[in-house]
């Protein structure tokens, strides 16, 4: 047996496709995708047409400046999912509540002494004070989300915010629930 009686029939015509029948239609191709016969006229219009000049300075200052601030706003993007998912892990202390505090204290901490690596490629020396206000709202932003892991370790109990936490006389305090072992 040969090959070609092997192979399936569309397999075999994967290899060699029919040929481009022309469609005689109503409709125009859309733009963008033109038909076989009219992709040679096209290649010879852009060949004639003039090469993309390089952006200036200036263009390149504001484009750098807007990725900046796409990069300084994203901690604050991601605060109302981390807030949720504190709320959510409950103020007992638990594996996942545990983590979910340890998450929130060392993202903002790891941001903040990232901070000049995270805008490097978008300094020059024209806009070297813009990306300096961009990197003071991106601090804020990393110490808004580190108030956030603040506010879950007082839900939770652990900050000694009382009298009783911080002298040995003072009564502590009586706690809300009490857990009874069940039989």
């Known amino acids: 047996m040969s090959a070609s009686q092997l192979s399936p029939a569309w397999a075999i015509e994967l290899k060699s496709p029919p040929p481009y029948k022309s469609k005689q239609s109503a409709f125009p191709d859309p733009p963008g995708f033109p038909t076989p016969q009219t992709h040679s006229k096209k290649k010879d219009k852009s060949s004639k047409r003039d090469q993309r000049t390089p952006p200036t300075q200036d263009e390149m200052d504001t484009l750098k400046l807007k990725k900046a601030w796409e990069v300084a706003l994203a901690p604050i993007k991601s605060l109302p999912m ?17 983590m979910m505090v340890f998450m929130a204290f060392k993202n903002p901490i790891m941001g903040i002494l990232a901070t000049n690596q995270a805008f490097e490629k978008f300094v020059s020396e024209t806009n070297k004070g813009k990306v300096l206000q961009v990197k003071m709202v991106y601090v804020a932003c990393q110490l808004v989300a580190l108030a956030l892991g603040i506010w879950k370790i007082n839900g939770m109990g652990l900050l000694p915010t009382t009298r009783s936490d911080w002298l040995a006389w003072e009564a502590q305090r009586e706690p809300i629930e009490h857990a009874v072992v069940g039989l």
Do not use: D, E
């Not at 981390?82 to 545990?98: A, E, P, W």
């Open 82 to 98: 981390t807030g949720i998912m504190m709320y959510m892990s409950g103020n007992s202390l638990q594996i996942f509540s545990i």
